[in-house]
């Protein structure tokens, strides 16, 4: 089965959510357009179709391979890459002054939903890499993004994130990576990371690892801690390959899914001189490594949307062709199954879901691009937004992905079990997206302790005073009668939820948070479906796009807000439980 880029539905979002016409206005993107789009879309499509997608089943069946400190991905991985970067894609984002194509991360956004549906494993080295170049532009010395950043725009090297430790994940301050400083401006940095993603392979020239890590004698906790460029060889300053920096990989992890990409384990130090560079002022590192965290957790919530998109065009494919059982109303013969209704259902529900959880990571991309624009048209507003979305698009995709991967294999049946119909891997790829980048109880705990506190609540009011008045507007209109009574009765609920999180005690909030998490992603999912289904009916009989596609639009809109929006009803008691309930049943009761 093949993978078919959307595109079409890649430009409606675009258009609708991501306001690819309001970003041209702004100077940093004024060279973006709609037609520059649909470019870049079309041609990278035929990327993913052509070279990513076939490898990932390779990738899946071979894997990576770990010999005496080297990781060769699988066959045909680096091939793809250098196709990759010799058609200059890796610079999508970056500045152009830096070599880069300057365009908006909410287009970059969609390129990297395609790369991801094709073959999620092998495309993480591209959207690390990005994540590591933006971080060092955002916080390095002049020397150091002269040095560092042409090599990873054009992709000659990688990048990588270095923080977890065996005695610290969800709890980064805890690690005890060390770094002192050489007298020389630079550091020597000891210690040991694992799981790192892309540590080590055979795709690039150089591997730049972003390593956070403590200055000796900083406090404990995340405000000691600093953020350093760990070359996988010393560079001169024009660039040159120089000798092999004291960081090895000393093995790779054997995984449930993911296989195409390599898990390092990562030793520092050894040999006393491994060589880091200090990437902005000292003991501010986390506030670094956050720019490189906040990309890839919009890149997660990313993966999440492409490994939904390949689970349900593969399912759809299936569920028109295989034939059984006669239809439900009787009938002389077997009819396939995406006549039967409860094989419709599912794809309705993935449907949704996939359109839904992109246009969530759209519209935060669009508020990211409107954030990092200097000067007068800069909107804080639109940048505190952004941070709040940020939880949700991460943690709903990714959950997204994994109820989506689960249906497809329901609607394949027992053969979507058996690893040759392709499409269990994307449910086994998908189960690590919960987990990494901030488990989604990290998201949940980040948006109710800190997020939603944000300029002291204001920036959560502003949102449901949005919602509230989209729903006014709509009130004119039939389009969506009962969609809109949906929507509101879950701005009731997600209000009357926020109250309790900002009143209740910490245990309370966070017995609730993850509930309330989902209840926020699917209001503002909600919300951003509605805003679809009126664009779209706007759009009947322009010629702009086709009638077909508008009111599959319109329909799937209407599925959300009344068959899985409803879900937050049942989400409000979760939300308000407490944390008595949770701590009913006594430690020991449980499992010893
Ligand atoms: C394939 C793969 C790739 C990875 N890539 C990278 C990478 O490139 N770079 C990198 O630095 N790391 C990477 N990681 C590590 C990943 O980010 C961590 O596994 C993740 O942050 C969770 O940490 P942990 O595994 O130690 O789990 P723990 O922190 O031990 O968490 C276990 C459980 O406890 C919960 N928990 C922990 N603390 C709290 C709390 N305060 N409140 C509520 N619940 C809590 C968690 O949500 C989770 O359910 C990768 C991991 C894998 C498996």
Request: aromatic residues 0%; without cysteine; charged residues 30%.
């Given at each position: 089965m093949t993978y078919r880029a959307p595109v079409e539905e890649h430009l409606f979002v675009l258009d609708v959510i991501g306001e690819l016409t309001a970003l041209g206005h702004l100077d940093v993107f004024a060279h973006v357009d709609r037609e520059l789009a649909s470019n870049v879309l079309i041609e990278v499509a035929k990327l993913a179709e052509d070279e990513f997608y076939p490898l990932n089943r390779v990738g899946d069946a071979e894997g990576v391979t770990f010999q005496n400190g080297h990781v060769s991905l699988p066959p045909g991985s680096v091939e793809a890459y250098r196709k990759w970067i010799e058609g200059g894609w890796n610079g999508i984002e970056a500045p152009i002054a830096a070599g880069g194509f300057g365009l908006p991360l909410t287009l970059s956004a969609l390129v990297q939903e395609q790369i991801f549906s094709a073959n999620v494993a092998f495309s993480q080295i591209i959207s690390l890499t990005a994540g590591a170049a933006r971080a060092i532009a955002a916080h390095g010395s002049e020397a150091l993004r002269s040095t560092y950043l042409p090599k990873l725009i054009s992709g000659a090297w990688s990048g990588t994130m270095n923080l977890t430790e065996s005695g610290a994940g969800?709890?980064?301050?805890?690690?005890?990576t060390s770094a002192s400083a050489a007298g020389d401006g630079t550091y020597r940095i000891t210690g040991e990371k694992i799981f790192i993603t892309f540590g080590e392979h055979d795709a690039t020239e150089n591997i730049i690892h972003l390593v956070l890590a403590r200055i000796k004698g900083a406090e404990a906790g995340t405000g000691g801690l600093s953020l350093f460029i760990v070359p996988k060889y010393l560079v001169s300053d024009d660039q040159k390959i120089l000798e092999r920096n004291d960081v090895r990989c000393t093995g790779i992890e054997h995984k449930l899914g993911m296989h195409g990409s390599a898990t390092c384990s990562l030793a520092y130090g050894d040999q006393d001189r491994c060589v880091g560079y200090l990437v902005g002022e000292p003991h501010a590192g986390i506030r670094a490594m956050f720019t490189m965290m906040n990309h890839a957790r919009i890149s997660v919530g990313l993966q999440g949307v492409g490994l939904s998109e390949i689970a349900y065009q593969k399912a759809a494919r299936y569920a028109r062709e295989r034939t059984q059982s006669r239809p439900i109303g009787g009938g002389p013969t077997a009819v396939r199954i995406i006549e039967h209704p409860d094989v419709r259902r599912m794809l309705m529900i993935m449907r949704a879901q996939v359109e839904a959880s992109r246009a969530l990571a759209i519209y935060n991309s669009h508020l990211i691009d409107r954030s990092e624009i200097a000067g007068a048209h800069r909107d804080d507003r639109l940048t505190l937004r952004a941070e709040l979305l940020t939880p949700c698009t991460k943690a709903y995709s990714t959950d997204v992905a994994l109820q989506v991967s689960s249906l497809a294999i329901q609607v394949f049946g027992g053969i979507g079990f058996i690893e040759e119909a392709g499409v269990a891997q994307h449910f086994r790829d998908s189960r690590i997206l919960p987990i990494y980048e901030g488990t989604n109880g990290i998201q949940a705990l980040d948006l109710v302790r800190r997020k939603i506190r944000l300029a002291e609540g204001h920036v959560v009011e502003e949102m449901v005073r949005d919602i509230a008045s989209s729903l006014s507007d709509w009130q004119s209109t039939e389009l969506l009668e009962e969609g809109r009574a949906r929507l509101a009765g879950a701005l009731a609920v997600f209000e009357e939820a926020t109250r309790y999180m900002l009143e209740s005690s910490p245990s309370d909030s966070a017995s609730g948070a993850t509930a309330y998490l989902k209840i926020f992603s699917l209001l503002t999912c909600g919300w951003l479906m509605g805003r679809q289904a009126f664009a779209a009916s706007a759009r009947l009989g322009s010629g702009e796009i086709s009638d077909d596609f508008l009111r599959a639009k319109i329909a799937t809109a209407k599925f959300f807000l009344t068959q899985i929006l409803p879900e937050v009803d049942a989400l409000r008691s979760s939300a308000l439980v407490g944390s008595n309930m949770i701590f009913s049943v006594g430690e020991d009761q449980f499992p010893q």
């Open positions: 969800s709890d980064v301050g805890a690690l005890k």
